[in-house]
C-alpha cells in the first residue's frame, strides 16, 4: 500500500470535513477500505496532537493563584506567559510529519466535491499521479 507523508497541520477541520464527505459517497470497495484505514490513522495522530498541544497550554499557560489557567476577555482563549515559547514550539507542532495511506484519485474520480475539500485531500492522502 502506498503511503504519503503529511505535516499535521494539515490535518485540520477542512481536512476531516473532506474525508466524513467522502466516507458518506458509495464509493468502490478498495476505496472504502482505504478511507477507513485513513480515518482511523488520523483520528490515532490527532488523538496525539490534542495532547501535546494541552501539555504546551498548561505549559506556557498564565495561571492564577489557584493554579488555573486564565482566559482572555472573550473568554476564547488561554493567555500565555511566554507567546513567544509556545508560538515556536506550536509551530514545530504543527510541522511535524505523519504517514497516511494514499488515496488514488481514481478511486474518486465520480465523486462531487468542492474545490476546498478537493484541495485539503490534494494536500494530504490523494495521490493526483496518473
Known amino acids: 500500500m502506498a503511503e504519503k ?3 499535521i497541520g494539515l490535518l485540520n477541520s477542512t481536512f ?5 464527505n467522502l466516507v458518506e459517497q458509495p464509493l468502490p470497495v478498495k476505496a472504502s477500505f482505504l478511507l477507513v484505514q485513513i480515518t482511523e490513522e488520523t483520528a490515532k495522530h490527532l488523538k ?5 498541544r494541552q501539555k ?3 505549559k506556557y499557560g498564565k495561571k492564577d493563584e489557584a493554579g488555573e489557567l486564565q482566559l482572555n476577555e472573550e473568554k476564547t482563549q488561554f493567555l500565555l506567559e ?3 515559547g509556545f508560538v515556536a514550539e506550536f509551530a514545530e507542532l ?6 497516511l495511506p494514499e488515496l488514488p484519485m481514481s478511486s474518486i ?3 462531487s466535491l468542492s474545490p476546498v475539500l478537493l484541495k485539503a485531500l ?4 490523494l495521490n493526483t499521479e496518473l
Open 122 to 125: 490534494v494536500n494530504t492522502v
Open 109 to 111: 474520480e465520480n465523486v
Open 48 to 52: 496525539t496532537y490534542e495532547e501535546v
Open 56 to 58: 504546551l497550554i498548561l
Open 94 to 99: 504543527q510541522n511535524l510529519e505523519v504517514t
Open 16 to 20: 476531516q470535513l473532506a474525508l466524513t
Open 82 to 84: 511566554d507567546e513567544a
Open 5 to 7: 507523508t503529511v505535516k
